[in-house]
């Protein structure tokens, strides 16, 4: 995936937003929100469970000024259109629409704090839908706009549970606290640990011995909306399996898997109806192995880590029933490849990206040899799937 230095990639922002909204005065600011990537914990923030995660060169890049009238007016350049919104709560978004996630940061700020300025701005994403938090990117990167044209100083914390709002209630996603955790907390060079449950953070140094890896990003050429999906239904089921189990081992009531043992879900976990128990296992199994992942990554034991992230997919196909048959299909040829340490779906793996860890000395042929592979199962997806390499990088920042 070839692409401008983001230098060159902001000044165009810039200049597009000088030439069609001609501010009085200033220069415009910018916000880098990164996309990230889950290397384990696949399903398991919205009920509590730990995730490992880190952000990559792949953006959401806003270029925006504040204004005195309580509007915004956004550019999106992936879209060629325009909006116009008032800064109101109650604001309707069309159902899918790129502008929906403005829609939401107005309403989760205008529900706490009181939004006298607006913005214009112009907003491009580098790979819209591919399943690395394109979504939580922009939400943020709105979020933070919003709060700087109104002087708000909000803490990352905050901004978590803002942009979860955005999604939970505006957009009717019902995710955790992943996606956006990773994009605001990462530092390049580290893996982030996040207990979802406690809402606690740790930045993971590798350990002495790790062999030199490269990320492979194999994007299906499938965008999807997590919407449109069984992704609410998924977090349903796990609700459901949770109530269950707490109920069969005489605990208090529980609304989320991660508040449960793993005791409880082996002695009772037999006695649930079978999606239900397949939802647990994929659960309690994640949990299991974020734990001795992060452990591996701290011992620079990247063979037992790729080893998690291909148990993990597996899971997630076969227990939590998630994944297309392309993305299925792609997966296997990129875990089949040599060269390729472990890889697993991304976002919510109905569509998007398979993420991969491969040995540095053998990216190149992996990559070739990934990329023929599946452009020849499916080749009327030529031009459409693509296949390259990320960095990692820090998290998102005001410019």
Not at 227 to 251: D, I, K, M, S, W
Not at 371 to 378: D, M
Request: glycine share 10%.
């Amino acid at each position: 995936m070839n692409q401008k230095p983001v230098s060159e990639r902001l000044h165009e922002l810039s200049q597009f937003l000088i030439r069609h909204e001609k501010p009085a005065a200033g220069e415009p600011r910018f916000i880098l929100s990164p996309y990230r990537i889950c290397p384990l914990g696949a399903h398991v923030d919205h009920q509590g469970g730990p995730v490992l995660g880190m952000t990559i060169n792949l953006y959401t890049l806003l270029a925006f000024q504040p204004i005195e009238e309580p509007v915004v007016r956004l550019h999106a350049l992936n879209y060629g259109e325009c909006v116009e919104l008032p800064l109101q709560e109650n604001h309707k978004a069309a159902s899918g629409h790129w502008s929906s996630y403005m829609v939401g940061a107005i309403g989760a700020l205008c529900r706490h704090y009181p939004l006298k300025r607006g913005i214009i701005g112009a907003v491009r994403g580098d790979l819209p839908g591919g399943g690395l938090s394109s979504s939580a990117s922009v939400g943020l990167a709105y979020l933070m706009a919003l709060a700087h044209a109104n002087h708000l100083d909000i803490s990352r914390e905050e901004l978590v549970t803002l942009d979860q709002i955005l999604e939970n209630e505006f957009l009717g996603l019902q995710n955790g606290i992943l996606d956006q955790t990773t994009i605001l907390f990462s530092r390049r060079e580290r893996l982030l640990y996040i207990d979802t449950l406690n809402f606690r953070t740790e930045l993971l140094a590798p350990g002495a011995r790790r062999q030199d890896f490269s990320i492979l990003i194999a994007f299906s050429g499938i965008s999807r909306m997590l919407t449109g999906t069984g992704f609410n239904q998924r977090v349903q089921e796990c609700r459901q399996a949770a109530a269950q189990l707490a109920r069969l081992a005489r605990r208090d009531p529980v609304s989320r898997l991660g508040l449960l043992p793993d005791s409880v879900f082996e002695a009772y976990g037999y006695r649930l109806p079978d999606s239900l128990r397949r939802r647990a296992a994929h659960f309690f199994g994640e949990r299991r192995r974020v734990f001795q992942g992060r452990a591996a990554w701290m011992e620079g034991d990247l063979t037992a880590f790729g080893n998690l992230m291909n148990a993990s997919c597996r899971s997630s196909i076969s227990n939590y029933e998630s994944g297309s048959e392309t993305l299925k299909r792609l997966w296997e040829i990129t875990a089949g490849t040599a060269g390729v340490l472990g890889s697993r779906f991304s976002g919510g793996g109905y569509g998007g990206c398979v993420i991969a860890l491969v040995e540095t000395n053998r990216r190149e042929e992996a990559v070739r040899r990934i990329e023929a592979a599946y452009l020849h199962e499916f080749p009327d997806l030529r031009g459409k799937a693509a296949f390259f390499y990320v960095e990692p990088e820090d998290g998102v920042r005001l410019l």
